[in-house]
């Protein structure tokens, strides 16, 4: 059984060899665990990165959201790089409309992009403000045609149909996250209790921009892709950032037309999500999500008996 197999079969619940692994950590802790290895490596991480993971004995590098992400293509950006102060946030954000600025990681030497410095919509006082289509209208700034992978520098049309790749797609799909960075996490939790006109018009412009960004993804990608993952972290150590019953009814419809169509053409959906989601993740396997990634048992209620 080679890796490819192993992992599909594991999530289609069948008999495996052994059970797969997925390495992820720090640049950091990478460059130590290399050292120890014996394997100190310079140049393009994607010229070396299966040598390292035969070493540790793991099936793929992880990205977090995506199990494989030296296989997950993105859509070529033509719109302007972000300008000073702001910076690349590395995921796409700065491409509608999000901000970021450098940071540290305090007690440590890690530098990563401080994402939502700045949230374009704080301000708004009336639903009525947020002018509709103003994500969608962002859509025509992506090149669907030219889906490529930042760290191996391949396109989609590259692809070997006979490696053990797990071909994976899903870009700006973190429905409550874009909404926090574009209104203000403080302003939008509010929104959601209070000023429920303009969360309603914000998750729909937000979930109207997503599921076309993913139908451009799949029609682009030609049934090459196995696997969609998503990220969105609604939950905290302790519990819920907000009321579960607001999760149902505001994101969860459009987590299943997200989750349907990406079936239609038989990707695997795999949710990320930190912290204490448990209060809402019955929701998304009803929704038919295929993994669950991660399974933070230090947090509350997560242990994984309970999970």
């Known amino acids: 059984m080679n890796k490819k197999e192993r992992?599909?079969?594991a999530i289609q619940l069948k008999q495996v060899d052994r059970i797969p692994s997925s390495y992820r950590a720090s640049e950091q802790l990478t460059k130590k665990i290399m050292a120890?290895?014996?394997l100190e490596k310079?140049?393009?991480?994607?010229?070396?990165?299966?040598?390292?993971?035969?070493a540790l004995g793991a099936d793929y590098w992880s990205s977090g959201s995506k199990i494989d992400k030296f296989s997950n293509f993105i859509p070529k950006f033509k719109g302007p790089l972000p300008q000073n102060p702001y910076i690349d946030d590395g995921t796409y954000f700065y491409t509608i409309g999000i901000k970021s600025r450098p940071a540290k990681m305090q007690g440590f030497n890690i530098e990563y992009p401080n994402v939502g410095i700045d949230p374009p919509l704080k301000d708004l006082e009336h639903h009525s403000e947020i002018?509709?289509?103003?994500?969608?209208?962002?859509?025509?700034?992506?090149?669907?045609?030219?889906?490529?992978?930042?760290?191996?520098?391949?396109t989609h049309e590259e692809i070997d149909s006979t490696s053990q790749d797990i071909v994976s797609i899903?870009?700006?799909?973190?429905?409550?996250?874009?909404?926090?960075?574009?209104?203000?996490?403080?302003?939008?939790l509010i929104d959601l209790v209070f000023n429920t006109k303009m969360a309603e018009k914000l998750v729909s412009e937000v979930g109207d921009f997503c599921l076309e960004f993913n139908r451009r993804e799949?029609?682009?990608?030609?049934?090459?892709?196995?696997?969609?993952?998503t990220w969105d972290d609604v939950a905290g150590q302790n519990g819920m950032m907000f009321d579960p019953g607001l999760f149902r009814k505001y994101f969860l419809p459009i987590y299943k037309k997200l989750i349907e169509n990406n079936k239609k053409y038989g990707l695997f959906f795999g949710w990320h999500v930190c912290g204490s989601v448990h209060e809402v993740l019955p929701y998304m396997i009803e929704a038919g999500i295929d993994v669950f990634d991660v399974v933070q048992t230090s947090a509350k209620d997560m242990e994984i008996e309970k999970v």
């Open 7 to 9: 992992i599909i079969s």
């Open 36 to 38: 120890h290895l014996g």
């Open 42 to 54: 310079t140049g393009n991480i994607g010229e070396w990165y299966k040598e390292f993971l035969e």
């Open 131 to 154: 002018k509709s289509g103003f994500l969608t209208s962002k859509l025509d700034l992506f090149d669907f045609n030219l889906m490529f992978n930042k760290y191996r520098n391949i």
């Open 170 to 188: 899903g870009t700006l799909s973190s429905l409550f996250m874009i909404c926090c960075y574009l209104r203000g996490m403080d302003n939008f």
């Open 218 to 229: 799949l029609d682009a990608m030609k049934g090459k892709a196995n696997y969609y993952g």
